[in-house]
């Protein structure tokens, strides 16, 4: 598996200051989980009870499908209530420092108790209006947990880069509500043509953050990413004087002798700054005149 250096950025000391003050950032997020947690439970509840008056009585009998979906209802009301109760600000249940990862870890077992229940209902031939504003309740409870910085937190962790003490880097995804995935990069030049690709700067360490290997270890593997300069024109990232430019072509890099023959090619910003060892990676080709 590949490391990779990493020097240091302004934007880790951001992430330095974030983390000391997320107890005081984390409690609009909080109180807006909560009270996303409240109106889910009040659907989840109508939900219960609809269904056992659907059910009741019908056709003089209930299948094994229909009595699926009604103890699913009961059971996701049920699950409502207990991550009510967590997220209540003075449960005492969960230690203050750890509340948001704990939190979301609970909100992964309501996402799928809702999941199970959406499943059965889907088998009896059931979409009731509640459980299409249970998934919208749900999507917006994960946003909210996405705005609640936390490095264990997995809806924080969407989009960016992390690693951890294995030194693999690598991209989370989100795939739908609650699943994540984990996308390695196959070396150091993946992932800054990735991260130029998404329009995020020359210093994708911007966008990293260090998480505990149990966080990783709770995500599947995607696949590789695996992405190079081929056709791009590069120059060393350095404040170094008189950095020659280079053109990757064909798996070589070949030098740009003059300034007319950079016009020629797009001028300076058609050119990507990189770590020195990724252009070193490049066997040494043909000068371009």
Not at 39 to 59: I, K, P, T
Not at 161 to 173: G, N, S, T
Not at 195 to 219: A, F
Request: charged letters at 30%; one cysteine or more; a positive charge.
């Amino acid at each position: 598996m590949a490391t990779y250096k990493r020097t240091a950025s302004p934007a880790m000391w951001m992430i330095l200051l974030a983390s000391l003050f997320a107890p005081f950032v984390g409690a609009s997020q909080r109180a807006d989980i909560l009270s996303l947690a409240a109106e889910l439970e009040r659907q989840a509840v109508v939900l219960a009870e609809r269904s056992y008056d659907h059910f009741r009585g019908w056709n003089g009998s209930i299948s094994d499908q229909e009595q699926a979906a009604l103890f699913k209802s009961e059971a996701f009301s049920a699950s409502c209530r207990l991550f009510l109760k967590l997220a209540e600000e003075r449960t005492g249940y969960y230690q203050s420092s750890y509340a948001r990862t704990n939190l979301h870890n609970a909100f992964t077992f309501l996402l799928k108790a809702f999941e199970e229940l959406e499943s059965e209902m889907r088998r009896a031939g059931l979409r009731p209006y509640e459980l299409q504003d249970g998934r919208r309740i749900l999507r917006r409870m994960e946003e909210a947990f996405a705005r609640w910085p936390d490095p264990d937190n997995l809806a924080y962790l969407d989009q960016r880069y992390v690693k951890d003490r294995r030194a693999a880097v690598f991209l989370i995804r989100k795939v739908r509500t609650g699943v994540f995935i984990k996308h390695p990069f196959k070396n150091l030049e993946s992932l800054y043509r990735y991260n130029y690709d998404q329009r995020r700067g020359k210093n994708p360490w911007d966008y990293l953050v260090e998480v505990k290997t149990d966080t990783l270890d709770k995500m599947e593997r995607g696949e590789t990413i695996d992405l190079n300069f081929e056709g791009r024109l590069v120059i060393e990232q350095s404040s170094r004087p008189n950095r020659a430019v280079y053109l990757i072509e064909n798996g070589a890099r070949r030098g740009l002798t003059s300034e007319s023959v950079l016009r020629r090619y797009g001028g300076w910003g058609r050119v990507f700054e990189v770590p020195a060892e990724v252009i070193d990676g490049y066997p040494e080709g043909e000068p371009i005149t």
